[in-house]
């Protein structure tokens, strides 16, 4: 979800509403003044024709391609998955880099050297070790193959927007699935009460919401809450000043993802590939139906 077919960074505006971030702009991109004209996907593939047929250098090509705004010359010519679909601005959202590889690692980070701080009097006595301690018991009821690995304090040194845990997407989901079993029991009253714990809730509540194999008519706007929330907890916590993401942004539009497309996790792939998964038929089950429970991240990371 971006300003190009590949975009979940902070280089370009939002292609759904032409939304700019902090860092965005200060790389000169403020569309403010002027918004630019939202590319469609025949730009983007006239754009990459030429490119593929100027036989260029490879570091010409590799500039031309940056300067179009695109990371491969593939990625626009697919658009036959659902006739009449743009692959710029039709192109659902996905999960996988906005949770699992995204805003989950660094803000479980972020929460853990907040609440884990020795003489903090927000977590027990060596909590690091107790949290390894958890996460062992935790992988013991995982299905076979799949694991949380140790999580350890961030290195010294390491600057504050850099920090995040060293785990993979499915790790990632895994971790923030299970973070109240693996944490709260290490906080006490007052960790509890925390900002950023608040904040670490409310994003296992949007990530659980998002994971769901099926959804009811009602409950995009149910995601739609819980996403609201989670921005507004994230900008509560006072040591995460100055840290939100582009992807805080980008998750605001996954309600309208999850109504076009149905449940996210049929697309959670690379933005590019996005479409290679969606089933255009729909998706939702009507809220009449008879109820069925989420199934849990762990129940397929």
Same mark, same amino acid.
């Given at each position: 979800?971006?300003?190009?077919? %590949?975009?979940?960074?902070?280089?370009?505006?939002?292609? %759904?509403?032409?939304?700019?971030?902090?860092?965005? @702009?200060?790389?000169?991109?403020?569309?403010?003044?002027?918004?630019?004209?939202?590319?469609?996907?025949?730009?983007?593939?006239?754009?990459?024709?030429?490119?593929?047929?100027? @036989?260029?250098?490879?570091?010409?090509?590799?500039?031309?391609?940056?300067?179009?705004? &695109?990371?491969?010359?593939?990625?626009?010519?697919?658009?036959?998955?659902?006739?009449?679909?743009?692959?710029?601005?039709?192109?659902?959202?996905?999960? &996988?880099?906005?949770?699992?590889?995204?805003?989950?690692?660094?803000?479980?980070?972020?929460?853990?050297?907040?609440?884990?701080?020795?003489?903090?009097? =927000?977590? /027990?006595?060596?909590?690091?070790?107790? =949290?390894?301690?958890?996460?062992?018991?935790?992988?013991?009821?995982?299905? @076979?193959?799949?694991?949380?690995?140790?999580?350890?304090?961030?290195?010294?040194?390491?600057?504050?927007?850099?920090?995040?845990?060293? /785990?993979?997407?499915? %790790?990632?989901?895994?971790?923030?699935?299970?973070?109240?079993?693996?944490? %709260?029991?290490?906080?006490?009253?007052?960790?509890?009460?925390?900002?950023?714990?608040?904040?670490? $809730?409310?994003?296992?509540?949007? /990530? $659980?919401?998002?994971? $769901?194999?099926? #959804?009811?008519?009602?409950?995009?706007?149910?995601?739609?809450?819980?996403?609201?929330?989670?921005?507004?907890?994230?900008?509560?916590?006072?040591?995460?000043?100055?840290?939100?993401?582009?992807?805080?942004? #980008?998750?605001?539009?996954?309600?309208?993802?999850? @109504?076009?497309?149905? *449940? =996210?996790?049929?697309?959670?792939?690379?933005? #590019?590939?996005? #479409?290679?998964?969606?089933?255009?038929?729909?998706?939702?089950?009507?809220?009449?139906?008879? *109820?069925?429970?989420? /199934?849990?991240?762990?129940?397929?990371?």
């Amino acid at each position: 979800m971006g300003y190009t077919p %590949e975009s979940t960074s902070a280089t370009y505006p939002c292609a %759904e509403c032409m939304w700019v971030s902090k860092a965005a @702009r200060k790389r000169g991109r403020d569309v403010e003044d002027e918004a630019p004209r939202l590319r469609t996907h025949a730009d983007l593939a006239a754009t990459a024709a030429r490119l593929t047929a100027a @036989r260029l250098s490879k570091v010409a090509l590799e500039e031309q391609m940056a300067a179009a705004g &695109m990371n491969a010359l593939t990625c626009v010519l697919q658009p036959d998955r659902i006739p009449g679909a743009d692959s710029v601005r039709d192109k659902p959202g996905d999960i &996988m880099h906005v949770y699992g590889a995204g805003i989950i690692r660094p803000e479980a980070a972020l929460a853990l050297e907040v609440l884990f701080k020795p003489r903090s009097a =927000l977590a /027990v006595e060596d909590a690091w070790s107790k =949290l390894n301690v958890n996460i062992a018991k935790v992988n013991a009821g995982l299905p @076979r193959g799949k694991r949380i690995p140790k999580i350890f304090p961030q290195r010294k040194g390491k600057k504050i927007n850099e920090q995040h845990l060293d /785990v993979n997407a499915s %790790e990632a989901f895994l971790f923030i699935t299970h973070s109240r079993t693996l944490i %709260e029991p290490l906080l006490t009253d007052l960790g509890r009460k925390h900002p950023c714990w608040i904040s670490l $809730q409310a994003l296992s509540a949007v /990530v $659980q919401k998002a994971l $769901q194999h099926v #959804f009811a008519d009602h409950e995009a706007d149910e995601l739609a809450v819980l996403i609201a929330a989670h921005n507004k907890a994230f900008e509560d916590v006072e040591e995460y000043d100055g840290l939100e993401r582009p992807k805080h942004h #980008f998750q605001e539009h996954l309600p309208a993802a999850l @109504r076009m497309f149905g *449940p =996210l996790r049929g697309f959670w792939c690379m933005p #590019f590939e996005a #479409f290679l998964q969606v089933n255009p038929s729909p998706c939702f089950r009507h809220a009449t139906a008879p *109820p069925s429970l989420p /199934v849990m991240a762990s129940d397929y990371l």
